[in-house]
């Protein structure tokens, strides 16, 4: 596979349930990111990452936990979530935080 | 917090007519770049421009990048129904990339 990859691309969860987005880059890069996509609404960064630390969380609730593991991959664990989390969730990957960002497809994530 | 305004927010256009989207901001960007996001999928890039003034054509599209390095605009000439999606400017601003707040392109054949 090439690219940047996000599993699964549809979700549909209960307020009570725990689940996770994976996200894989097979692009060798150094960065990557979680965007919230709303109906409507500017892209919103959730969180980057760097050299697999964490160094920005955008103000996200607790209830959406990243991980990653190694530069390649990259998840969102989702627990007790809200109606209003319903989104698409995109994740991205760049060589260096100013340079190009390779999107995956995104997560069509609906919460009941 | 770094911003980037774009308009419109949303257009409605016929085929075959022409258009353009601004891209604006206050800060100096080292560079812009447009992307383009079709319903069901992620955005893909477009083009990167560098240089203050500069000009680039893709196919129908032209993308201009201003002389302060401050806005961008992009031109599509004679819309397609394929041009439909989400267009997205973003500038490269010290070590981050900053993205605008996009335009949604409906084109109706």
């Known amino acids: 596979e090439t690219g940047v990859t996000q599993t699964p691309r549809h979700l549909v969860m209960g307020m009570t349930n725990k689940k996770s987005l994976k996200c894989e880059q097979h692009?060798?890069?150094?960065?990557m990111y979680w965007y919230k996509q709303s109906a409507k609404k500017p892209l919103e960064l959730m969180f980057v990452y760097s050299l697999e630390e964490r160094v920005e969380n955008n103000s996200v609730p607790s209830r959406f936990s990243p991980e990653c593991p190694n530069s390649s991959h990259l998840f969102l664990h989702l627990h007790t979530l809200q109606p209003e989390d319903s989104a698409l969730y995109l994740c991205a990957s760049s060589q260096e935080r100013r340079n190009t960002q390779y999107f995956g497809p995104g997560t069509r994530l609906t919460v009941l | 917090t770094q911003l980037l305004e774009q308009s419109p927010q949303f257009l409605s256009i016929q085929e075959g007519e022409n258009l353009t989207v601004y891209c604006n901001s206050s800060?100096?960007?080292?560079?812009l770049q447009w992307y383009r996001q079709e319903p069901g999928e992620g955005p893909v890039l477009l083009v990167t421009?560098?240089?203050?003034?500069e000009v680039k054509k893709l196919k129908r599209l032209t993308f201009q990048f201003g002389d302060a390095r401050k806005d961008s605009s992009l031109h599509i000439t004679a819309a397609q129904p394929g041009d439909t999606g989400l267009y997205l400017c973003a500038g490269a601003w010290t070590d981050k990339l900053i993205f605008g707040t996009g335009t949604r392109l409906q084109v109706f054949p």
């Open positions: 421009v560098v240089t203050g003034g």
């Open positions: 692009l060798g890069h150094n960065a």
């Open positions: 800060s100096v960007f080292s560079s």
